[in-house]
């Protein structure tokens, strides 16, 4: 009894130490582990890490247009006096997120799968009520008292220690499930926002669509019980339904509420498609990097992931992954330092060395075991090999990670690629250009195949365009509709 007595104790002081406060859009009060000064300032630390990481996208007609459309659907939002900033980010994939403070982002890549306006302001509607129902502050709420939960149990019970792993596996399942409701409530007041401003919701449920077949293409779909976001199937039948409610309530005549589907194509013809190559691009299993002038060979079969501040190379298996960053120090002593200070490393041995003309130091460690912290196992301890070499004025940081138990098996991979590292000279490696989406009328009537191909998009890549355009390649094309295709060099 002593026991639940104190387990309460510590519960309750946890509530009373945190404040209350309605929320927004359900107008109940939650546990508030946020103030909005708080969500503020973690918006502001955010945003510069974000822009760092994937670039801010320069193109200022379409920044100024979904500023546009951002600031008008904020003002009929839970939260109209919140503040809001709305940016393109550079990245290929197709994504869009929100972090506290007001800060949505859209990638170049998701901006080039939309086919119209209604299905951007449905996604936009989306992101904005994670901010307005105040998402990460339950997300955060969730997860202080799941395991004050599961921490209250192991009190009351110390037999239940024997299951404290699979308890908070079943924590983080039940975390997922919240993660799930908050994307299913944001659904809805996607379809909520995007109706007052005058779109057509049901195309919020078409794009869910554009998102299955996206997952199902790069055989990404997971299973809807281990996954943060509802089944994109799901997705379609729900949203359809509160767009059908939402249309019947609204006092906007249905027939007048926008598609512009013919507008959006137009804003983005121009826009940069896929991977930029000018920031390194995997080519024969050779990566290349043209404005900084190196390459280095890839490990087979293994998926790589680039951006602007990073590479990262993951063994299928996920048993060994690589990592290449720019060192940050002048020197090789301060780049190390900062390296391993970043991740936490302890260096066990290190050796001067020289790669292909290039001056290199190569060391040896593993993560650092603070106080009171229990050491794992030999065989279970991580291994990290990195190759720091210096071309021109800049140092290059090249890691790979395994288990100590795996590290036999992957060292000769790693060397492979850390070795292998060189200068590029090959112009046609350096002349590179990145596709952009070109929007054209349709010569005649035919298949989206036909057209397709009679723009130069191989047989490998039409499923690709056609889940780009939102159709199936069986799907006829009347005569001047317009459609999307890709081409080199900008439009």
């Keep these: 009894m002593k026991r639940l007595n104190y387990f309460i104790s510590i519960l309750i002081l946890a509530m009373l130490f945190y404040q209350c406060s309605r929320n927004p859009v359900t107008g109940k009060k939650q546990l508030n582990l946020m103030s909005e000064a708080q969500e503020k300032q973690m918006g502001l630390e955010s945003n510069p890490q974000v822009l760092a990481e994937f670039g801010k996208y320069d193109d200022p007609a379409l920044q100024a ?26 990245s290929p994939i197709v994504n869009a997120f929100a972090v506290p403070g007001g800060y949505v982002y859209f990638t170049r890549g998701i901006m080039a799968h939309f086919n119209n306006e209604a299905e951007f302001a449905g996604v936009l509607g989306h992101e904005i009520g994670h901010i307005t129902a ?32 699979s308890l908070m596996q079943g924590a983080q399942l039940l975390l997922l499930k919240f993660s799930r409701a908050h994307e299913s409530q944001s659904d809805e007041l996607g379809v909520e926002y995007s109706t007052k401003i005058g779109y057509d919701a049901h195309q919020m449920a078409q794009f869910f669509q554009t998102i299955g077949r996206i997952s199902d293409q790069a055989g990404a779909r997971i299973p809807v019980f281990l996954s943060t976001h509802p089944d994109p199937g799901d997705r379609f039948n729900r949203v359809h339904k509160l767009a059908e409610q939402a249309q019947t309530a609204s006092t906007i005549n249905k027939a007048s509420l926008k598609v512009n589907r013919d507008e959006y194509l137009r804003r983005i013809h121009g826009l940069m498609y896929g991977e930029d190559p000018n920031e390194g691009y995997v080519d024969g299993g050779v990566f290349y990097h043209p ?3 190196f390459r280095f060979p890839v490990p087979t079969g293994w998926q790589v992931q680039n951006s602007p501040s990073q590479l990262v190379m993951a063994e299928p298996a996920g048993k060994a992954m690589m990592l290449l960053t720019m060192g940050q120090g002048a020197t090789f002593d301060e780049v190390i330092a900062n390296s391993n200070t970043q991740f936490g490393l302890t260096a066990i041995r290190s050796e ?21 912290q229990q050491a794992p196992a030999e065989a279970d301890k991580t291994l990290v090999l990195s190759y720091y070499i210096q071309k021109e004025q800049n140092i290059f940081c090249l890691h790979g990670v395994c288990a100590n138990k795996d590290y036999q098996s992957y060292q000769n991979l790693f060397l492979n690629t850390m070795e292998g590292f060189n200068n590029l000279t090959d112009p046609n490696k350096i002349n590179v250009f990145p596709e952009y989406i070109s929007v054209v009328n349709a010569p005649r009537t035919a298949t989206l195949s036909e057209l397709l191909t009679s723009y130069g998009i191989t047989q490998a890549r039409l499923e690709e365009f056609a889940i780009l355009n939102g159709m199936q390649l ?18």
């Design 65 to 90: 247009f979904i500023n546009e459309k951002g600031q008008e659907m904020a003002k009929i939002s839970h939260r109209p006096d919140h503040g809001y900033t709305f940016q393109i980010i550079g």
């Design 134 to 165: 105040r998402h990460a502050n339950a997300q955060a709420k969730d997860q202080l008292l799941t395991q004050v939960g599961v921490i209250g149990l192991l009190v009351i019970s110390p037999a239940a220690a024997s299951m404290a792993e």
């Design 352 to 372: 001067n060395r020289t790669v292909n003309g290039y001056r290199a130091v190569v060391v040896l460690a593993s993560p650092t075991i603070a106080a009171g």
């Design 291 to 293: 404005q900084l002038r």
């Design 474 to 491: 069986k799907d006829v094309v009347p005569a001047g509709k317009l459609f999307k295709v890709a081409q080199k060099g900008k439009a």
